[in-house]
Nanobody
Framework: QVQLVESGGGLVQAGGSLRLSCATSERTLSSDAVGWFRQVPRKEREFVAAIRRTGGTTYYADFVKGRFTISRDNAKNTVYLQMNSLKPEDTADYYC??????????????WGQGTQVTVSS
């Protein structure tokens, strides 16, 4: 079974940084795509970034380009989201998701439980 567990969320001041982790149960060198999404109350879950587990091709939403970096460690079956220059509007619940193809809609096959990120002014 594919399982995803997010960690690393917390409270940070504007301009600060957080590093989120997504630990998976998928095999090493899997070709599956892993994406990060975020959601605030009464809004749809929105795409943040994604990466291929093999090849390392990355994709970013426009609103995080230059601030967030997605990376992977296949040996640890872990995908990271380094978030720098955080803004209050980045406050949300962040989810990782896995599928065999990268898409920017929240339609991935597998989802983690989420981790909360709060950015204070």
């Amino acid at each position: 079974q594919v399982q995803l567990v997010e960690s690393g969320g917390g409270l940070v001041q504007a301009g600060g940084s957080l590093r989120l982790s997504c630990a998976t149960s998928e095999r090493t060198l899997s070709s599956d795509a892993v994406g990060w999404f975020r959601q605030v109350p009464r809004k749809e879950r929105e795409f943040v970034a994604a990466i291929r587990r093999t090849g390392g091709t990355t994709y970013y939403a426009d609103f995080v380009k230059g601030r967030f970096t997605i990376s992977r460690d296949n040996a640890k079956n872990t995908v990271y989201l380094q978030m720098n220059s955080l803004k209050p509007e980045d406050t949300a619940d962040y989810y990782c998701a896995a599928d065999y193809n990268i898409v920017t809609t929240p339609t991935y096959r597998y989802w983690g439980q989420g981790t909360q990120v709060t950015v204070s002014s």
